[in-house]
């Protein structure tokens, strides 16, 4: 079994998919290229203009990914 928790803070006066203001996950995620789960950390800021991501291997401590920009220029793919 893995586990990933996600929070969110929303703001109230806004309706859309863009309603939160911060989005923060730290977890179990699968990794495709190395078939097998890794852990993931994640922060969307969206009132400091962040876009954080760290995926790292577990067994060997090896960060795979990282990214870490303005989230206005921030593409997902």
Same mark, same amino acid.
């Given at each position: 079994?893995? +586990?990933?928790?996600?929070?969110?803070?929303?703001?109230?006066?806004?309706?859309? %998919?863009?309603?939160?203001? !911060? *989005?923060? #996950?730290?977890?179990?995620?699968?990794?495709? +290229?190395?078939?097998?789960?890794?852990?993931?950390?994640?922060?969307?800021?969206? %009132?400091?203009?962040?876009? !954080? *991501?760290? #995926?790292?291997?577990?067994?060997?401590?090896?960060?795979?990914?990282?990214?870490?920009?303005?989230?206005?220029?921030?593409?997902?793919?």
């Amino acid at each position: 079994m893995h +586990d990933r928790w996600r929070v969110r803070e929303y703001d109230p006066g806004v309706s859309s %998919k863009s309603r939160f203001r !911060r *989005e923060a #996950v730290s977890g179990a995620s699968w990794w495709r +290229d190395g078939r097998k789960w890794a852990w993931l950390g994640r922060l969307i800021d969206r %009132k400091a203009d962040r876009y !954080r *991501e760290t #995926v790292v291997d577990p067994d060997t401590g090896k960060v795979i990914h990282h990214v870490d920009e303005p989230l206005s220029e921030h593409r997902r793919g």
